[in-house]
T-cell receptor
Framework: DVKVTQSSRYLVKRTGEKVFLECVQDMDHENMFWYRQDPGLGLRLIYFSYDVKMKEKGDIPEGYSVSREKKERFSLILESASTNQTSMYLC???????????FGSGTRLTVV | KQEVTQIPAALSVPEGENLVLNCSFTDSAIYNLQWFRQDPGKGLTSLLLIQSSQREQTSGRLNASLDKSSGRSTLYIAASQPGDSATYLCAFLFPPEETSGSRLTFGEGTQLTVNP
């Protein structure tokens, strides 16, 4: 089975801190995605990547950046965490073509 | 812009009941449809994947159908159990748009509660 592993289930960070959320997939998928999920707003795409060192903005990229130095790893970076970035963050991966997405178990981030 | 709508937003049923969750979409040019389950505070678990050329998929007590002509998909759960309580999301993979690659578009989800 494809596995997408997010390094932390729960994180608590202070306002202004630099935060790294890590995601690793083990099935050689080309595509990787970061979403955030908030009550009443559903899942919103932050950034995605189709290849190593490539990145594209999703619907809500402001306040975030990403890094993909290796095919299996996709990192989401909050340069200066703010309270409005408190959310559930979900990583996903997929192959090119019409196959499905596989999601990680999520990271619940609280910024205080 | 593609839109995906799920109804109802919430559903509560007694154990053993058969039930149907609905999902509608506005653009029939899809690559595939995926149904996910999400337990509180957890990630998304893929339940069923239907390719554009297929009409339905089955896994155990679950059956998902796709009707592109009417812009609808349904998830049928037979003999529901309390362990089925979760939020169910449908998601469509549409072809790339001019300014973005192919991306998954989600419905808002249906929160299902199965009462013992």
């Amino acid at each position: 089975d494809v596995k997408v592993t997010q390094s932390s289930r729960y994180l608590v960070k202070r306002t202004g801190e630099k935060v790294f959320l890590e995601c690793v997939q083990d099935m050689d998928h080309e595509n990787m995605f970061w979403y955030r999920q908030d009550p009443g707003l559903g899942l919103r795409l932050i950034y995605f990547s189709y290849d190593v060192k490539m990145k594209e903005k999703g619907d809500i990229p402001e306040g975030y950046s990403v890094s993909r130095e290796k095919k299996e790893r996709f990192s989401l970076i909050l340069e200066s965490a703010s309270t409005n970035q408190t959310s559930m963050y979900l990583c996903a991966s997929s192959l090119w073509g019409p196959d499905g997405y596989t999601f990680g178990s999520g990271t619940r981030l609280t910024v205080v | 812009k593609q839109e995906v709508t799920q109804i109802p937003a919430a559903l509560s049923v007694p154990e053993g009941e058969n039930l149907v969750l609905n999902c509608s979409f506005t653009d029939s040019a899809i690559y595939n449809l995926q149904w996910f389950r999400q337990d509180p505070g957890k990630g998304l678990t893929s339940l069923l994947l239907i390719q554009s050329s297929q009409r339905e998929q089955t896994s155990g007590r679950l059956n998902a159908s796709l009707d592109k002509s009417s812009g609808r998909s349904t998830l049928y759960i037979a003999a529901s159990q309390p362990g089925d309580s979760a939020t169910y999301l449908c998601a469509f993979l549409f072809p790339p748009e001019e300014t973005s690659g192919s991306r998954l578009t989600f419905g808002e989800g249906t929160q299902l509660t199965v009462n013992p």
